[in-house]
């Protein structure tokens, strides 16, 4: 049973699309986060929500734009996507703000073209 | 302005050589520090985290300790599998924010 899972793993996309990351979890935390992954491998916290409620919002463009249905499920929608978005993007969730550390999904490479 | 920085970038290590990996932290209040292991095309694996200078922990060959300003992981006797991206993160006193530092590649060669 995989306990944060993402999809997809890879996504190749034209500049100026339109593309989603879903993200679902299965550990019953109450926090669930987006991290960007440059390639130089450096994490950088995008959004995290507590029970559906967003509670960081990093300066990001606002073509992302994260969606949490539920406290298990955290998507992230990215409109008019741009070369500099190339990166990994991992979604993560805790419990209790994190004290006891993160469970990190397997990421997903967006590449765009 | 709170920031981690982890060294060496990378490290190659002969089977069996311990050793150290340093993160450096400056962080207005922290309220914890996380280690995590990142094997490639995988997310980040948590692995400790202390949350007072003096603190230590350990796990298998990994060993962590906690002074005010920076962490440490040895790594004793290692072997070909400890070979991974090893990351260091800060949680600040908030709890809201966590800074992570840009990582040790860690090669431990047979």
């Known amino acids: 049973d995989t306990a944060v899972s993402q999809t997809p793993k890879y996504l190749v996309t034209q500049m100026g699309n339109d593309k989603s990351i879903k993200c679902e979890q299965n550990?019953?935390?109450?926090?669930m986060y987006w991290y960007k992954q440059d390639s130089k491998k450096f994490l950088k916290i995008m959004f995290s929500?507590?029970?559906?409620?967003?509670?960081i919002n990093e300066t990001v463009p606002n073509r992302f734009s994260p969606k949490s249905p539920d406290k298990a499920h955290l998507n992230l929608h990215i409109n008019s996507l741009e070369l500099g978005d190339s990166a990994v993007y991992f979604c993560a969730s805790s419990s209790r703000q994190g004290r006891y550390g993160y469970t990190f999904g397997s990421g997903t490479r967006l590449t765009v073209v | 302005e709170d920031q981690v920085t982890q060294s060496p970038e990378a490290l190659r290590l002969q089977e069996g050589e311990s050793s150290s990996l340093n993160c450096s932290y400056t962080v207005s209040g922290l309220r914890g520090l996380f280690w995590y292991r990142q094997d490639p095309g995988k997310g980040p694996e948590f692995l400790f985290t202390?949350?007072?200078a003096g603190e230590e922990k350990e796990k298998e060959r990994l060993k962590a300790t906690l002074t005010k300003k920076e962490s440490f992981l040895h790594i004793t006797a290692p072997k070909p599998e400890d070979s991974a991206t090893y990351l260091c993160?800060?949680?600040?006193?908030?709890?809201?924010?966590?800074?992570f530092g840009t990582g040790t590649s860690l090669t431990v060669i047979p």
């Open positions: 202390l949350y007072s």
């Open positions: 550990l019953g935390h109450d926090t």
């Open positions: 993160a800060v949680q600040h006193l908030t709890g809201n924010q966590f800074y």
């Open positions: 929500y507590n029970n559906k409620e967003l509670i």
